[in-house]
C-alpha cells in the first residue's frame, strides 16, 4: 500500500506570493498532522487533524498560515504571502488514531527567495 | 514544559563498532517516548517507541533504547554500526503519555565511517 504522499516534493517561490502544499495520508487514517522543520532542526508540530476539524492549530506561527481538511482525508497547508523565514521542510503524518504510530511523507522543500 | 534533549549533534563510528545516541526527556507526567530515523531525502521512520511497558525496548534494524526514569533518559544503543545506519536520528516525546503532541529533538547525525 501507499505512504503518505506529498506534493510538491520542491516548490521555490518570491516572497509575496501564495503557496499550497498538498498531503494525501495512509488511506484509513483518521489523525494527519503537518509540522515544520528548518534547517538544522527536529520538525516543529504545526496543526493536527482528527477527521475533518483541526483538533489543534496551537503551532500554526501567524495567521498567514490555514490548513484544510475538507472530505477527511487529503489536506492543504496554505501560505499567504510567504517570507524568506517560511523557508523550511513541511511534513505531513498521518495515523490510524490520535495515539497511534505516526507515519511521515517524504516532505514538501519550499524555498522562499 | 515538556521538552526532549539531544546530547550530540554529530556522532562518528566506525563500522562494526557499537553506537550510543543519548537523550534526554524533561517531564511532569509519565511520557511516551521514540526514537525516529531520517535518511536523506526520505521521510521520517519510526526505529522504536516506548509507552510504559517494558524499560527495555527493542526496534528495527538491531536499535534498542532503554527507559531509565531516574535519569530521565531514553539512550539508543547498537551493538555493531553498519554503513546503512548513517542517517539523522531524533528523540520524540509525547506528553502526556499516548497523545499526539510529539515534540522533537534537534537531531543527530550519524557517520559511519569504513
Known amino acids: 500500500g501507499a505512504g503518505v504522499s506529498q506534493t510538491p516534493s520542491n516548490k521555490v517561490t518570491e516572497k509575496g506570493k501564495y503557496v499550497e502544499l498538498r498531503c494525501d495520508p495512509i488511506s484509513g487514517h483518521t489523525a494527519l498532522y503537518w509540522y515544520r522543520q528548518s534547517l538544522g532542526q527536529g520538525p516543529e508540530f504545526l496543526i493536527y487533524?482528527?477527521?475533518?476539524?483541526?483538533?489543534?492549530d496551537s503551532g500554526l506561527p501567524n495567521d498567514r498560515f490555514f490548513a484544510v481538511r475538507p472530505e477527511g482525508s487529503v489536506s492543504t497547508l496554505k501560505i499567504q504571502r510567504t517570507e524568506r523565514g517560511d523557508s523550511a521542510v513541511y511534513l505531513c503524518?498521518?495515523?490510524?488514531?490520535?495515539?497511534?504510530?505516526?507515519?511521515f511523507g517524504e516532505g514538501s522543500r519550499l524555498t522562499v527567495l | 514544559a515538556q521538552s526532549v534533549t539531544q546530547l550530540d549533534s554529530h556522532v562518528s563510528v566506525s563500522e562494526g563498532t557499537p553506537v550510543l545516541l543519548r537523550c534526554n526527556y524533561s517531564s511532569s507526567y509519565s511520557p511516551s517516548l521514540f526514537w525516529y530515523v531520517q535518511h536523506p531525502n526520505k521521510g521520517l521512520q519510526l526505529l522504536l517507541k516506548?509507552?510504559?511497558?517494558?524499560?527495555l525496548v527493542k526496534g528495527i534494524n538491531g536499535f534498542e533504547a532503554e527507559f531509565k526514569k531516574s535519569e530521565t533518559s531514553f539512550h539508543l544503543t547498537k551493538p555493531s554500526a553498519h554503513m546503512s545506519d548513517a542517517a539523522e536520528y531524533f528523540c520524540v516525546v509525547s506528553l502526556p503519555s499516548g497523545t499526539y503532541k510529539y515534540i522533537f529533538g534537534t537531531g543527530t547525525r550519524l557517520k559511519v565511517l569504513a
Open positions: 487533524f482528527q477527521g475533518t476539524g483541526a483538533a489543534d
Open positions: 516506548y509507552t510504559s511497558a517494558a524499560t
Open positions: 503524518a498521518s495515523s490510524y488514531t490520535s495515539t497511534g504510530e505516526l507515519f
